[in-house]
């Protein structure tokens, strides 16, 4: 089956650092995203790996073991606009298409002044 | 901004009523796949339109059907509606060959009485 694991919820502090994880168990794998999710709002792209390794964009990283089936998402200098829910989501391969998202329930993110 | 747009912004339906969502994709992009998020949980995908023609679906009855047109816009057609349609319906749209991160709309909140 397909199964896509992460926290519900986490709490962290204005400037800090907090990593999100996601471990996932798909038929098939074409790539890992990572989205945030303002209440109410539609799902913004933050990240993508297809690669093993780290990927840095600003004050947001994404990292992915494809051997574990693992990825974290790395939010350095918390701001209280954060808060939110990160979304961690397997591209899969559908036949000859290019391959729908299959997304965990995703981790609210509460970040406290 | 991302340039998806949907319509409309909110919906109330009743059980064994029908309903269309519209869907423009971004400039530029040739694919639009859907996705129902239920309250508290990841979006689920629907299927996906690429040249006019559905590309792959997820685990939803045949009442849940769409279009693509030439210019790439699209259509989710829910009919028989039931209680547990009531969700926000998210199209997303990417450009199939090039970059493939799917870019999300503002969703239409369906509610279904």
């Known amino acids: 089956g397909q199964n896509i694991d992460q926290p519900t919820e986490m709490t962290a502090t204005e400037g800090a650092i907090v990593q999100i994880n996601c471990t996932y168990q798909?038929?098939?794998?074409?790539?890992l995203f990572w989205y945030q999710q303002h209440a109410g709002e539609a799902p913004t792209f933050l990240s993508y790996?297809?690669?093993?390794g780290l990927e840095e964009k600003g004050r947001f990283s994404s990292f992915l073991s494809r051997s574990k089936g693992y990825s974290y998402l790395l939010l350095k200098e918390l701001q209280m606009k954060d808060s939110a829910s990160y979304l961690c989501?397997?591209?899969?391969?559908?036949?000859?298409?290019?391959?729908?998202?299959?997304f965990g329930k995703g981790t609210k993110l509460s970040v406290k002044p | 901004e991302t340039g998806v747009t949907q319509s409309p912004t909110h919906l109330i339906k009743t059980r064994g009523q029908q309903v269309t969502l519209r869907c423009s994709s971004q400039s530029g992009h040739n694919t639009v796949s859907w996705y129902q998020q239920a309250l508290g949980q990841g979006p689920q995908f629907i299927f996906q339109y690429y040249r006019e023609e559905e590309n792959g679906r997820g685990n939803f009855p045949p009442r849940f059907s769409g279009l693509q047109f030439p210019n790439y816009s699209s259509e989710l057609n829910v009919n028989a509606l039931e209680l547990d349609d009531s969700a926000l319906y998210l199209c997303?749209?990417?450009?199939?060959?090039?970059?493939?991160?799917?870019?999300f709309g503002p969703g239409t909140r369906l509610t279904v009485l």
């Open positions: 989501a397997v591209r899969d391969h559908y036949g000859g298409s290019q391959g729908n998202l299959i």
């Open positions: 790996n297809v690669l093993d």
């Open positions: 798909t038929s098939g794998f074409n790539g």
């Open positions: 997303a749209s990417s450009n199939r060959g090039l970059t493939d991160t799917q870019y």
